[in-house]
């Protein structure tokens, strides 16, 4: 009974100590990213006000580089105008579904090749010689077959993001240890069944990161896309206020598709993290 008293004594003394630790690191792992955080922002900041400083004194032109005050008001004049806000929402548009479209389909259909050997060796030059094939060549054939609305935008997206998902899942069905199917086809599994309970599950790391790179990728294919035609998005904003040299502009429709990008990649890290498999 004594032994058994002080083993809970000491098991009650255990569990605060564990708190204090788990806060301690909790708290660690706050400031640290805090740190991190602070040094980007100063990065940032320095950059900005260096260039501010060398335009000002006349070590830079303005009409070559641009002044970080002047790409300051051009995105309070979008902000307020409300120009700012569509074009970056008709490019989040077409980057979104075009990177939905071509991720999940190119995953599903470089999964699918691992049923067929005989398809995947027949199809294998052609996936390589698609992934060197620079994807925007592709932009000006799609603008002709799809128009010069949002749908041709949302195409070019789609087809590049496509090509890396599709590589990239079947590179990773590949890379499953052959020990896993050996055992399931011993236990009588199927072909499908080994696809559906280890092939695909054990892609997923590789489908992940595909879409990761998908989203800069997509980001390309829709800008690429205003590039072309288009009378609306941050593309055509940047491409129009080039033609002006409005260099403040271009700067700043610049500065919206970056912080797009972080918006997105940030929301698939986010989707990634809760992935079964992690």
């Known amino acids: 009974m004594a032994s058994a008293g002080r083993a809970g004594f000491l098991a009650g003394q255990g569990a605060p100590g564990k708190l204090a630790v788990s806060r ?13 955080l602070f040094y980007q922002l100063a990065l940032i900041g320095g950059f900005l006000l260096l260039w501010e400083v060398a335009v000002r004194y006349g070590w830079i032109k303005v009409y070559l580089y641009g002044q970080p005050t002047g790409v300051w008001r051009e995105l309070i004049k979008g902000i307020i105008t409300g120009s700012l806000a569509r074009d970056t929402w008709v490019t989040t548009q077409e980057a979104v579904l075009g990177f939905l479209i071509g991720s999940l389909l190119g995953s599903a259909a470089g999964l699918s090749l691992w049923l067929s050997p005989t398809v995947s060796a027949v199809l294998r030059p052609l996936m390589v010689a ?15 077959w799809f128009g010069i609305g949002m749908e041709s935008k949302i195409a ?10 599709m590589i990239s899942s079947f590179d990773g069905s590949q890379e499953i240890d052959d020990d896993y199917v050996r055992m399931l086809k011993a236990i009588g599994a199927s072909r499908f069944d080994i696809f559906r309970m280890v092939i695909v599950p054990g892609s997923l790391p590789w489908i992940a990161s595909a879409f990761r790179l998908n989203i800069g990728f997509a980001m390309i294919g829709a800008v690429v896309g205003e590039y072309i035609s288009a009378e609306q998005g941050l593309g055509y904003y940047v491409y129009y206020s080039g033609t002006l040299y409005n260099l403040n502009a271009v700067w700043g429709g610049i500065v919206a598709l970056m912080i797009l990008a972080l918006v997105l990649d940030a929301f698939v890290g986010w989707a990634e993290r809760r992935m079964t498999w992690r």
């Open 156 to 165: 070019v997206a789609a087809i590049i993001t496509f090509i890396v998902a």
């Open 130 to 144: 698609l992934n060197g094939l620079p994807k925007i060549a592709l932009a000006p054939l799609i603008i002709v």
């Open 24 to 36: 301690r690191r909790s708290l660690s792992s706050f400031f640290g990213r805090g740190r991190i």
